[in-house]
């Protein structure tokens, strides 16, 4: 059993773990703010990228009733701003394809983009003839997009197999936990068509790869990653992360993976199993 007595520093996912949509996971915020009181260190990681640090900020308060500084909120999104952030040089920027809240992230840490224009566009194959690529763009960022299109689609093709911009996901997760009753496809989704097509798979920087880890590891001066628990609800994304990472893993049964999935799966294997977030208390 994971005991919070084991780990100083606990990460945790949210979609599925501490919320459902807009609805709390029951025990989640009397177990996080325990958690707190004995001087835990808690963090919380995402791939979802709807939201800028203020805006979950609001959430935690609103949901769980709980104060969260923005040093403790790490999502796909902000990974992909800082990491795009530090290789521009003045003057470039990036093709996105995301949310309004992804482009707000960008917005809070002055990455330049484009592609929200492709939403009014034709998407007729004749429309590209005469399209001519910003030789400023350098990257493409893909991200969940209620309104990618076949415009977006294709300029990024453009870019990325003509003027040779790196191909960069915020994460490839196939679908997202919409609340307790309903899932909806997600970023890889979303993205696979592009990725077919191009042949190639995008550089990931939100879970599973370690980046966020690093960041986390950096920011918050961790130096003993035997002390540090994950906690998630798939196994693709928050478990493979973990194992990433070099750090333990609890799988909550609270979000999107079941009990049948576990026993289905045999090449991801958490270090914990536990029904709910507040077993970590138990």
Request: aromatic share 8%; proline share 2%.
């Amino acid at each position: 059993m994971a005991r919070a007595e084991g780990y100083d520093t606990f990460l945790f996912d949210c979609d599925g773990v501490v919320w459902r949509g807009s609805n709390p996971v029951p025990g989640a915020s009397e177990t996080l703010k325990h958690l707190i009181s004995l001087n835990k260190t808690v963090i919380f990681v995402t791939n979802n990228t709807s939201k800028t640090r203020t805006r979950y900020r609001t959430t935690f308060k609103e949901v769980l009733d709980l104060d969260v500084s923005e040093n403790q909120i790490y999502s796909a999104g902000i990974t992909a701003a800082l990491y795009v952030k530090q290789k521009l040089k003045l003057g470039e920027k990036i093709f996105l394809i995301g949310s309004q809240g992804l482009s707000e992230i960008m917005d809070e840490t002055d990455v330049e983009y484009i592609g929200h224009e492709c939403v009014m566009e034709g998407s007729y194959f004749t429309d590209f003839l005469d399209f001519v690529p910003d030789g400023c763009v350098k990257y493409v960022v893909g991200a969940l997009d209620g309104y990618f299109n076949y415009s977006k689609m294709a300029k990024a093709f453009i870019y990325i197999k003509e003027c040779g911009a790196e191909y960069i996901a915020t994460n490839l997760d196939m679908n997202h936990c919409l609340n307790s009753c309903r899932m909806l496809p997600g970023t890889g989704a979303v993205l696979e068509g592009l990725s077919q097509s191009l042949g190639m798979q995008p550089k990931v920087l939100g879970k599973p790869s370690s980046l966020m880890f690093d960041m986390i590891c950096s920011d918050h001066k961790i130096e003993n990653k035997s002390r540090v628990l994950m906690v998630g609800d798939t196994l693709q994304s928050d478990v493979q992360f973990g194992i990433n990472s070099g750090i333990d893993t609890a799988l909550v049964l609270s979000g999107i993976t079941s009990k049948d999935t576990l026993l289905e799966e045999t090449s991801i294997r958490p270090t914990f199993v536990i029904d709910s977030i507040s077993d970590l208390l138990k």
